[in-house]
Protein backbone atom coordinates (compact mmCIF):
# COMPACT_ATOMS: atom_id res chain seq x y z
CA UNK A 1 0.00 0.00 0.00
CA UNK A 2 1.05 3.21 -0.40
CA UNK A 3 1.19 6.88 1.59
CA UNK A 4 -2.15 8.09 2.45
CA UNK A 5 -3.62 4.58 2.98
CA UNK A 6 -7.17 4.19 3.23
CA UNK A 7 -8.70 3.43 6.32
CA UNK A 8 -7.86 0.17 7.79
CA UNK A 9 -9.41 -2.28 10.85
CA UNK A 10 -6.87 -4.15 12.67
CA UNK A 11 -6.97 -7.68 14.29
CA UNK A 12 -5.25 -7.80 17.52
CA UNK A 13 -4.50 -10.97 19.36
CA UNK A 14 -2.71 -13.11 16.35
CA UNK A 15 0.56 -13.95 15.89
CA UNK A 16 0.94 -11.55 12.77
CA UNK A 17 -1.09 -8.87 12.78
CA UNK A 18 -3.72 -8.59 10.17
CA UNK A 19 -5.73 -5.98 8.50
CA UNK A 20 -9.34 -5.18 6.25
CA UNK A 21 -9.33 -2.29 4.11
CA UNK A 22 -12.30 0.06 4.66
CA UNK A 23 -12.27 1.52 0.91
CA UNK A 24 -10.89 0.62 -2.19
CA UNK A 25 -6.94 0.13 -2.08
CA UNK A 26 -4.26 -0.27 -4.87
CA UNK A 27 -1.69 -2.98 -3.60
CA UNK A 28 0.94 -3.61 -6.10
CA UNK A 29 -0.61 -2.14 -9.13
CA UNK A 30 -3.96 -3.65 -8.60
CA UNK A 31 -7.17 -2.40 -7.24
CA UNK A 32 -8.75 -4.19 -4.66
CA UNK A 33 -12.02 -3.33 -2.87
CA UNK A 34 -12.69 -1.82 0.41
CA UNK A 35 -13.49 -5.95 2.45
CA UNK A 36 -10.15 -7.10 1.37
CA UNK A 37 -7.99 -9.02 4.13
CA UNK A 38 -3.65 -8.43 4.27
CA UNK A 39 -1.66 -10.40 6.42
CA UNK A 40 1.90 -9.56 7.66
CA UNK A 41 4.89 -12.03 6.21
CA UNK A 42 7.50 -13.52 7.97
CA UNK A 43 9.47 -10.72 6.69
CA UNK A 44 7.31 -8.12 8.19
CA UNK A 45 5.88 -6.93 5.13
CA UNK A 46 2.29 -7.44 4.26
CA UNK A 47 0.35 -9.55 1.53
CA UNK A 48 -2.90 -9.72 0.07
CA UNK A 49 -5.05 -12.65 1.66
CA UNK A 50 -8.32 -12.80 0.24
CA UNK A 51 -11.75 -10.94 -0.22
CA UNK A 52 -13.94 -11.01 3.14
CA UNK A 53 -17.63 -10.76 2.73
CA UNK A 54 -17.59 -7.05 3.52
CA UNK A 55 -16.27 -6.43 -0.48
CA UNK A 56 -19.97 -7.26 -1.20
CA UNK A 57 -23.45 -6.27 -0.67
CA UNK A 58 -25.63 -8.56 2.15
CA UNK A 59 -27.43 -9.98 -0.54
CA UNK A 60 -24.12 -10.64 -2.84
CA UNK A 61 -22.49 -11.82 0.12
CA UNK A 62 -24.87 -14.59 1.06
CA UNK A 63 -24.87 -15.73 -2.61
CA UNK A 64 -21.27 -16.18 -2.45
CA UNK A 65 -20.27 -16.66 0.87
CA UNK A 66 -22.94 -18.81 2.32
CA UNK A 67 -25.92 -18.55 4.90
CA UNK A 68 -23.27 -18.57 7.51
CA UNK A 69 -21.35 -15.64 6.21
CA UNK A 70 -24.02 -13.49 6.07
CA UNK A 71 -25.18 -15.01 9.62
CA UNK A 72 -21.48 -13.73 10.79
CA UNK A 73 -22.05 -10.17 9.34
CA UNK A 74 -25.39 -9.72 11.05
CA UNK A 75 -23.93 -10.76 14.58
CA UNK A 76 -20.39 -8.41 14.17
CA UNK A 77 -22.99 -5.66 12.70
CA UNK A 78 -25.01 -6.19 16.28
CA UNK A 79 -21.76 -6.21 18.50
CA UNK A 80 -20.62 -2.92 16.47
CA UNK A 81 -23.90 -1.25 17.58
CA UNK A 82 -23.08 -2.44 21.16
CA UNK A 83 -19.80 -1.32 21.52
CA UNK A 84 -21.13 1.74 20.10
CA UNK A 85 -24.36 1.85 22.53
CA UNK A 86 -21.12 1.58 25.79
CA UNK A 87 -18.82 3.88 24.45
CA UNK A 88 -21.87 6.45 24.47
CA UNK A 89 -23.27 5.67 28.02
CA UNK A 90 -19.42 6.41 29.08
CA UNK A 91 -19.57 9.43 27.60
CA UNK A 92 -22.77 10.59 29.43
Known sequence: MEHGEPPVLWK???PRSMFMSLRPVQFRGVELPGGSLFKQAS???FVFARITSYAFNQRKA???FGIQEYENQLA???HM???RQLV???RT
Open 62 to 64: MDI
Open 76 to 78: AEG
Open 88 to 90: TQE
Open 12 to 14: SGS
Open 81 to 83: EGV
Open 43 to 45: DGS
